[in-house]
């Protein structure tokens, strides 16, 4: 809430009228611009759209863009709600960039800027702002009029990005995931011929060590501590056919439990990297 009402605060700032520095003055160039600008940012630290109107075009149609809401359409709607939005607030220190640029084509000025802000309310405590600001100026008669505005500020960085072991729901959900594709591996008729001799306890560590790989290879919170791919599938005689049947399974089992697609092409990227050392007969045998 506090954010919100900094960005409004901020917002507003951009926006209109005169006097507590002076009446504008009269833009002739550039650096006429430059100082106008100033002025503008000057007379917002009063918090007080009244103020600042005289920098704006009255047209009913003129866009003005805020930081909050989405969209201000004339100098009217513009000017109450930057008051609405000020109303908590006791007043705003605004520093104009060393990057405010300005550029006039005839009539035609636009101004651009990046700012700072120290809100203070009225209740205590201050907030620190930041954001960037463009002006659309027109000539009319002896002054320079804002017919567009547009202020706002960066977005927060974007979370951290979670880890994939993270995003398929962690210990247990890959511990499942483990359990419905080793099921497939042993229910293949053309694949139960290499778990022929392995009993049920040496199953049970391979669930494991599996679970564990897939938890480490992830980004999770696991050591594999099993042997290399290529030790524990070497002379198995396991054939590329075996190895796709192997794929389609893991597929099927990913798609049972509703992974999503960029998860599914995570895991299956991930796999893929195990390929060479596991396909260990260069036949096609198999299935
Ligand atoms: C066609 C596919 C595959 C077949 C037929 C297969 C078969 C086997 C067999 C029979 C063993 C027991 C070997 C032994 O203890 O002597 C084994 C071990 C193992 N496999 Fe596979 N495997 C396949 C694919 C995979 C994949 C895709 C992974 C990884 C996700 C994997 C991970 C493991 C692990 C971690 C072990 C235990 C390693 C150890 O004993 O230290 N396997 N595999």
Redesign the pocket.
């Known amino acids: 809430m506090k954010n919100r009402l900094a960005i409004l605060f901020a917002a507003s700032l951009l926006t209109v009228s005169s006097s507590a520095f002076g009446a504008p003055k009269a833009a002739r160039s550039s650096a006429d611009l430059i100082l106008r600008v100033r002025n503008l940012f000057e007379t917002w630290q009063a918090l007080d759209p009244e103020k600042a109107a005289p920098f704006y075009a009255k047209d009913a149609d003129l866009a003005f863009f805020d930081i909050a809401p989405l969209k201000y359409t004339g100098w009217t709607e513009y000017g109450e709600g930057v008051k609405k939005a000020f109303a908590d607030f006791a007043s705003l220190k605004l520093t104009v960039g060393n990057d405010l640029r300005a550029t006039q084509r005839g009539n035609v000025a636009w101004t651009t800027a990046t700012w700072q802000g120290q809100l203070f309310r009225k209740d205590g405590g201050n907030m620190a702002v930041e954001g960037r600001w463009t002006g659309v100026w027109e000539k009319r008669g002896k002054e320079w009029l804002l017919v567009h505005e547009h202020m706002s500020m960066p977005l927060p960085p974007p979370p951290a990005g979670q880890s994939l072991y993270t995003r398929l729901g962690g210990y247990d959900a890959l511990a499942a995931v483990t359990d419905d594709f080793i099921g497939r ?1 042993l229910g293949d008729k053309g ?1 139960s011929r ?2 022929m001799g ?1 009993g049920n306890d ?1 199953r049970k ?2 669930r494991q ?2 679970v564990d ?2 938890c480490e290879a992830t980004g999770g919170p696991c050591f ?1 501590i ?2 290399t ?1 290529k ?3 070497q002379g ?1 005689g ?1 054939t590329e056919n ?2 796709k ?2 794929v389609d399974h ?1 597929v099927a089992t990913l798609e049972k439990f509703k992974v999503p697609q960029k998860e599914k092409d995570e895991v299956l990227a991930a ?1 893929s990297g ?1 390929k060479a050392d ?1 396909i260990t007969s260069a036949g096609s045998g198999g299935k």
């Open positions: 591996l694949l290499f778990f392995v040496s560590r391979i060590l599996v790989q897939l594999y099993g042997r791919m030790a524990a599938h198995l396991i075996d190895w049947a192997a893991l796999i195990l596991i």
